[in-house]
């Protein structure tokens, strides 16, 4: 079964400085593997997503994350952070088969900028 | 604009009383999802369905019902609502067969059981 791995539960962060979320999932197949972002009392936004091709994978705002296969991890990054940024993040994972699949979610990382 | 629309924004409900929330999205797809979202728990599947009529249980069903009656319509019922389903409630859709599985959400229920 697939899980998903959110280390940090809060990451506190000053406004300009870099940030890396942390992710890991398990599976024993390959992968489709998502950031979603939560702004305050609203639904879920989709960032990025990894399906397949370059581990690299940019997002919207200025966000990315990187797959990698031996570590089993996709963390989020970006270079300078805004206010704006403070939000929850999700990491999920499923798996690329055809037909109905689920998103297995992470249990989140509140990210909280300071000026 | 793609969009997946829930009834209630925020909803103060009594013990034992009946509760539906709906949602509707107008993106023609096929799987429609509910999740609740407690904090630290992250968001938990409590029903999924891949058709009209067809329905099936996610991680935490109990206490919980689901209707699909129409393609864009996926309803939750809270047969008699209790305390400890106070929460977050998410409603989600995506594409079958030649999606990525990516799933848009809903903003949101708020639902307070006193």
């Known amino acids: 079964a697939q899980s998903v791995t959110q280390l940090d539960s809060q990451v506190p962060v000053f406004e300009e400085a870099p940030v890396e979320l942390r992710c890991n999932y398990s599976?024993?197949?390959?992968?489709?593997l998502f950031w979603y972002v939560q702004y305050p009392n609203q639904g879920l936004q989709l960032l990025l997503k990894?399906?397949?091709?370059?581990?690299l994978v940019k997002g919207i705002n200025g966000f990315e994350a990187e797959f990698n296969k031996s570590q089993t991890s996709f963390h989020l990054r970006k270079p300078s952070v805004h206010i704006s940024d403070t939000a929850e993040y999700f990491c999920?994972?499923?798996?690329?088969?055809?037909?109905?699949?689920?998103?297995?979610f992470g249990t989140g990382t509140r990210l909280l900028v300071s000026p | 604009d793609v969009k997946v629309t829930q009834s209630s924004r925020y909803l103060v409900k009594r013990t034992g009383e009946k509760v539906f929330l709906e949602c509707v999205q107008d993106m023609d797809h096929e799987n429609m999802f509910w999740y609740r979202q407690d904090p630290g728990l992250g968001l938990r599947l409590i029903y999924f369905s891949y058709d009209v009529k067809m329905k099936e249980k996610g991680d935490i069903p109990e206490g919980y019902s689901v209707s699909r009656e129409k393609k864009e319509r996926f309803s939750l019922i809270l047969e008699s609502a209790s305390t400890n389903q106070t929460s977050m409630y998410l409603c989600?859709?995506?594409?079958?067969?030649?999606?990525?599985?990516?799933?848009?959400f809903g903003p949101g229920t708020r639902l307070t059981v006193l």
């Open positions: 990894y399906l397949s091709g370059s581990t």
């Open positions: 989600a859709s995506s594409l079958a067969a030649g999606g990525n599985n990516e799933q848009f």
């Open positions: 599976s024993s197949v390959s992968v489709y």
């Open positions: 999920a994972v499923s798996e690329p088969k055809t037909g109905f699949q689920k998103l297995v």
